[in-house]
């Protein structure tokens, strides 16, 4: 009788059921984080069960939407949308102080443009080293290692295949990850302490939900800068990486 209550509930109430179902795993990463006295590490272990839990829904259904296959869970399916994502992201520019956001200036510019190409690089080198050769390829691998938004971006924009472009993503994941766990660690060592810092290490990274998170472990005050030159990395990217980028590519591979 509760069950059917609840599953009645979760279908008819889709967005809401999905907002309870991350809450419940947001509860068990950071259980599981302060378990092992790792608590800035809640973020990543949130990742990693939603990542198992969508290769678990995609086993069950055969479908390519993770749990958001499943009807009960179709409510996640529309809180990870494009459209909600953007929101968040924009919301968070709201916290930035103008006078703070000048601070960065030509630096967190330059920031941008030399965290952009660099990771785009080591993407491409990554790829060629795995025996991709097709320009296309070596391109959505690459532009998958700025972020995975740019990543499935490049990859629809030039035709790669599924598998390509999931190689892009998981490679943007693997990123964002990394980045949540070792910002608080490296922090102290880089100065990462006020808004400008924030600005040029976002601009650096470009991962919005691995910096915002790593920064979130550091001091919360300091995500708004972090994330928003970590928003306009992503943008930058998917100007860049499918045109520019992919030209270049073509000049150096055929």
Known sequence: MVINIISEFFKSNGLV?????????????????????QKRMGSAFAIIIGLVLAYIAGKYT????????????????????????????????????????KKAGLVGI????????????????????????NAVDITTIGAGAVTF??????????GASSEVIALSIAAGVVKSVLTMIITPIIAPKIGLNNPTAAMVYGGLL???????????????KLVPYGALTATFYTGL??????????????IIFG
Not at 69 to 92: C, H, N, P, Q, W
Not at 110 to 133: P, T
């Open 110 to 133: 330059f920031s941008l443009i030399v965290g952009v190409l660099f990771s785009f690089i080591i993407g491409v080198i990554i790829a060629v080293l795995l025996g991709f050769k």
């Open 237 to 250: 990217g998917t100007l860049i990486v499918p045109s520019i980028g992919f030209l270049l590519v073509k």
């Open 149 to 158: 938004i740019v990543g499935p971006v490049t990859g629809s924009a030039l």
């Open 17 to 37: 059921g999905a907002i309870g179902i991350i809450a419940l795993v947001m509860y068990v990463a950071y259980y599981i984080a302060n378990s092992i006295g």
């Open 206 to 220: 470009g991962t919005t939900s691995g910096v915002a998170g790593g920064l979130a472990a550091t001091d919360p």
């Open 62 to 101: 055969g479908g390519k939407k993770g749990l958001a296959d499943i009807k009960l869970f179709a409510g996640v399916g529309l809180l990870g949308g494009g459209m909600l994502r953007d929101y968040a992201i924009i919301s968070t520019a709201y916290g930035v102080k103008v006078e703070n956001l």
